[in-house]
């Protein structure tokens, strides 16, 4: 600071250092403003997502509750008698001769 004092009065050298000062401080405050835009957009992107993912979790516990009750139609069906047996395995067989069937003309279609 001894050399910049040198042939300049003190209160240039303080305009001087006021003014660098002030400049670093605009700087500083610009970089804080885009901080502060980018941490508000994480937040909402984050709250977004929660959102998302509660949407999912509902989605989820419905299709669990159709499961469940399809495996317990399933079951006493199958506990019943013979005649469902009987029944349970063609419908069995003609949802795998569809499967197969719509797998075919799928791949067919897409060739």
């Known amino acids: 600071m001894a050399e910049w004092g040198r042939g300049q009065s003190p209160n240039a050298v303080e305009d001087m250092l ?17 901080l502060k ?5 994480i937040d909402k992107d984050a709250d977004d997502q929660n959102r998302y993912l509660d949407g999912m979790d509902s989605d989820f516990m419905s299709v669990t509750g159709l499961l469940t009750g399809s495996v317990k139609r399933f079951s006493t069906m199958t506990r019943s008698g013979r005649d469902n047996r009987k029944l349970l395995c063609s419908v ?13 003309l799928v791949s067919k279609a897409g060739t």
């Open 18 to 34: 006021d003014v660098e000062n002030k400049r670093m401080a605009d700087s500083l405050a610009s970089k804080v403003t885009r």
């Open 37 to 41: 835009s980018l941490a508000l957009d």
């Open 92 to 104: 069995s067989a003609g949802l795998i001769v569809v499967f197969f069937i719509l797998y075919y």
